[in-house]
Each structure stands twice: as structure tokens, then as C-alpha cells.
């Protein structure tokens, strides 16, 4: 029997500009502008910026061309979630940071993330969840406080930016996904079980069943080192958490993955795995 780990070259970065490719995604929101913006005041520029557009709900192009360095791709069929860590298997940089189309995030962010990557070999996200031990439905407030104690990083909603007090392991991240790219190879893996919803959730969780790669959630104090200065945007009329299917399809994606794929959130008994 033969065993072949690829692995991606080494990160190294030249003078203020990371080996990182950012995949943006399009859809119907309009804060492409706002958010090319937050990503070309980096204090560590990113190598190149990859924007995904599905469909054509809005007019992004005249935008694009005030940008330097990024490439566009374009498709007629609403690849939803997951297109987007498809694209991530064509990425050639040392890492990959996928960003929902809400998140601006502060300018020292891809500095924190390669900082915080390298100290941890770990997923960076500017927020996450804790799952209790038997809950399949950890996005369901069950008693006062409960968002400030399992919704991390943006549970906090009157500072106007995601905030975390220290740096925090957690079961999986959300909104913004800044990885090694030679990790996505985990994410394909195990094949998601729905492609509706819960990417963020099969990440982190393919992630610790392949390769024991966790998840942090990096200290934010200010908007100076948030992760995303407006977690209002999430609130509009186009989150997928106001769905009434969300709920329901993500605890399928749970159960899944725990049950059949061997997860073992932080607060769990192990699993038997069974997905192989």
C-alpha cells in the first residue's frame, strides 16, 4: 500500500503582500464596493482576489474595474454555498479566504489571520458557534445569555463590530474562512449531504475528522483588529438564517456529520465514525 500526502508549497510571503487568494462571493447584495475597499487597505495585501458572481441579480462590473489584480468568473447557475469552495480547489497560494458577501472586515485582518493560522494550525473566522452536548439546533437561543456564551465573535450586536475577548477554539466558524488552501482537499472529502446550506459547518467539521484541524476564533477588541466592522449587514432581508428551512436543513447537516461522519464537537462523547 502506497501513501501520497500533497502538500501545497511553502507560505511565504513577499514585502506586504500575503500568499493569500480571496474569494468573494456575488449574489444580491451590493457591498462589493465597501468590501474591495476594507481588502485593499490590508496591511498585508493579498495576492490575488477572485470574485464569484451567480447569476446577476446586481451590476457589479464598473465596480471591478476600479480594482486592480482581480479576476472575475461568472455563472448562469446559482451555485449557492458551496461554489465557492469548489473554486478553492484551482487555488494555487499557500491560503485561501472565503468571505460572505456581509463581512467588511478591519484592515490588520489578513495579519491576524496568517498569525493566528500559523500559531494554531487552525480555520480563522471572525465568529463561530459552540454546540452543547446533544443539540442539534445550536443557532436556537435556549435561555437568556445564551447568544454571549455560544455565539462568538458577533453576539455583541450594540459595539457595531465583532468582538472577542481572547482568542477561542470553537466548533465551527462562520461568515468569513481563512485557511490553508491544501485543506480543502478535507472539505471534498466527506461529501455534504445537502448543498442548501451548512458549508460553514462542513469545513470546520471535515476539517477535525481528517486531519484534527481546529477552529479559532482570533481576539477582536476594536474596529481596528475586528474581523467584520458591520455585523449589521447580516440583519437584511437577504440572511439565509431568516429562512424557515434553515434551521431544520442545518440540523440534518448536523446530525449527519456527528452521527454517520464521526464529528466530535468540543462538549460531545465521540462518535462512531461511519462515513468513510
Known amino acids: 500500500m ?17 500568499d493569500v487568494t480571496i474569494v468573494l462571493n456575488i449574489w444580491k447584495r451590493r457591498y462589493l464596493k465597501e468590501q474591495l475597499e476594507s481588502l485593499y487597505r490590508q496591511t498585508i495585501l493579498p495576492k490575488n482576489i477572485w470574485i464569484l458572481q451567480c447569476e446577476e441579480h446586481t451590476s457589479i462590473k464598473k465596480t471591478i474595474k476600479k480594482f486592480p489584480n482581480i ?31 456581509d463581512i467588511i472586515p478591519s484592515s490588520s485582518w489578513i495579519e491576524t489571520c496568517i498569525s493566528s493560522c500559523s500559531k494554531y494550525n487552525a480555520i480563522i473566522c471572525c465568529n463561530g458557534r459552540f454546540i452543547d452536548k446533544n443539540d442539534y439546533t445550536p443557532e436556537i437561543a435556549k435561555w437568556p445569555g445564551y447568544l454571549q456564551t455560544h455565539f462568538i465573535g458577533d453576539a455583541r450586536y450594540p459595539l457595531g463590530y465583532n468582538y472577542c475577548p481572547k482568542d477561542t477554539f470553537v466548533d465551527y466558524g462562520c461568515s468569513s474562512f481563512f485557511f490553508k488552501t491544501e485543506w480543502i482537499r478535507h472539505f471534498w472529502s466527506i461529501w455534504p449531504i445537502t448543498f ?7 469545513l470546520s467539521a471535515t476539517c477535525m475528522i481528517r486531519a484534527g484541524i481546529p477552529t479559532v476564533i482570533p481576539c477582536q477588541f476594536s474596529e481596528n483588529d475586528s474581523g467584520n466592522i458591520t455585523p449589521a449587514y447580516s440583519h437584511d432581508k437577504h440572511a ?20 454517520k461522519g464521526g464529528w466530535n464537537p468540543i462538549y460531545w462523547k465521540e462518535p462512531t465514525p461511519i462515513i468513510t
Open 2 to 18: 502506497f501513501s501520497f500526502i500533497y502538500s501545497r508549497k511553502d507560505c511565504t510571503s513577499e514585502k506586504n503582500v500575503a
Open 71 to 101: 479576476q472575475y468568473i461568472h455563472s448562469s447557475q446559482d451555485l449557492k454555498y458551496f461554489g465557492r469552495f469548489s473554486i478553492a480547489n484551482h487555488i494555487d497560494t499557500c491560503y485561501t479566504w472565503i468571505l460572505d458577501d
Open 196 to 202: 442548501q446550506t451548512g458549508e460553514d459547518i462542513h
Open 240 to 259: 439565509s438564517w431568516m429562512r424557515e428551512e434553515f434551521i431544520p436543513q442545518r440540523t440534518m447537516v448536523l446530525q449527519y456529520l456527528i452521527n
